[in-house]
T-cell receptor, first 112, second 110 residues
Framework: DGGITQSPKYLFRKEGQNVTLSCEQN?????MYWYRQDPGQGLRLIYY???????QKGDIAEGYSVSREKKESFPLTVTSAQKNPTAFYLC???????????FGPGTRLTVL | QKEVEQDPGPLSVPEGAIVSLNCTYS??????FMWYRQYSRKGPELLMY????GNKEDGRFTAQVDKSSKYISLFIRDSQPSDSATYLC??????????FGSGTKLNVKP
């Protein structure tokens, strides 16, 4: 089955800890994205990558970091510098030049 | 001012009703317009997309774009309880960055 997977589905973290969210796709898509979704605010872009070994900051990149060492993988690290990290995180991918993004099932992060 | 404005709802309708969901935007460079459906605790899935002004129909769904008014709509005919979800509009000036609305939560009552 082709698709995009995120793990874990639920994640709990203590304040001051870094945590890494996984995103993997087997759709052979060049572009990958990370969004954060909060109630009433829709999707806000954190980082995106159009090609391996290259990525750009989105609108709310502070306190987050990413890497794109492989085409299939785009992990997101939520660092202790992120002031309000509790949210639903969505990863997406697309063919470059396409108007369709395919989304993963999301990871719900809760900071205790 | 947000790039894309969308009424968060919730919108509650009886089964069989016609539903109208809307977004307004401020960036006249937007050319591609999409509607995503998101069920609770799931990732969004693309429902429809349109390019520039006009209408596009797909089964019970019609997407409408009015670029002169910077206004897009999604109409759902003969709404079903399975249509209950959050509907997100999205738009792009080019194939680089998506701008999403905040989503409208729809509840279709049996």
């Amino acid at each position: 089955d082709g698709g995009i997977t995120q793990s874990p589905k639920y994640l709990f973290r203590k304040e001051g800890q870094n945590v890494t969210l996984s995103c993997e796709q087997n759709l052979n898509h060049d572009a990958m994205y990370w969004y954060r979704q909060d109630p009433g605010q829709g999707l806000r872009l954190i980082y995106y990558s159009q090609i391996v070994n290259d990525f750009q900051k989105g609108d709310i990149a502070e306190g987050y970091s990413v890497s794109r060492e492989k085409k299939e993988s785009f992990p997101l690290t939520v660092t202790s510098a992120q002031k309000n990290p509790t949210a639903f995180y969505l990863c997406a991918s697309s063919i470059s030049g396409s108007n369709e993004q395919f989304f993963g099932p999301g990871t719900r992060l809760t900071v205790l | 001012q947000k790039e894309v404005e969308q009424d968060p709802g919730p919108l509650s309708v009886p089964e069989g009703a016609i539903v109208s969901l809307n977004c307004t935007y401020s960036n006249s460079a937007f050319q591609y317009f999409m509607w995503y459906r998101q069920y609770s605790r799931k990732g969004p899935e693309l429902l429809m997309y349109t390019y520039s002004s006009g209408n596009k129909e797909d089964g019970r769904f019609t997407a409408q774009v009015d670029k002169s008014s910077k206004y897009i709509s999604l109409f759902i005919r003969d709404s079903q309880p399975s249509d209950s979800a959050t509907y997100l509009c999205a738009m792009m000036p080019n194939f680089n960055k998506f701008y999403f609305g905040s989503g409208t939560k729809l509840n279709v009552k049996p």
